[in-house]
């Protein structure tokens, strides 16, 4: 089996920065990608950031030059790097990774248990 711990998560005034972690475990051969969602009360859940086990990445247009997203292939762990943080950013973050067990398995999608993020002054 696989988890996804994430990890950072918390209350910060607009303007302010916060890093999410997200370490994955278990039976895993390879990370095809990892990234980051969100969802926010009444919304449905959103892509923030994605990035591949060769680093492309892909951005949300409305996080775009304020969040960063990052992967340490070694430790099998995605960061989301979130600076200037607005009170529409407030959402539960859903670490998700879709990862192959064997050389030859089919890919399988996980998704942490989410971690709240409170942007309020």
């Known amino acids: 089996q696989v988890q996804l711990v994430e990890s950072g998560g918390g209350l910060v005034q607009p303007g302010g920065s916060l890093r999410l972690s997200c370490a994955a475990s278990?039976?895993?051969?390879?990370?095809?990608?990892m990234g980051w969602y969100r969802q926010a009360p009444g919304k449905e859940r959103e892509l923030v950031a994605t990035i591949t086990n060769g680093g492309s990445t892909n951005i949300a247009d409305d996080v775009k030059g304020r969040f960063t997203i990052s992967r340490d292939n070694t430790q099998n762990t995605v960061h989301l790097q979130m600076n200037s943080l607005k009170p529409e950013d407030a959402a539960i973050y859903y670490c998700?990774?879709?990862?192959?067990?064997?050389?030859?398995?089919?890919?399988?999608?996980?998704w942490g248990q989410g971690t709240q993020v409170t942007v309020s002054s």
């Open positions: 278990g039976s895993i051969f390879s990370i095809d990608y």
């Open positions: 998700k990774a879709v990862i192959r067990r064997t050389a030859s398995s089919i890919q399988y999608q996980y």
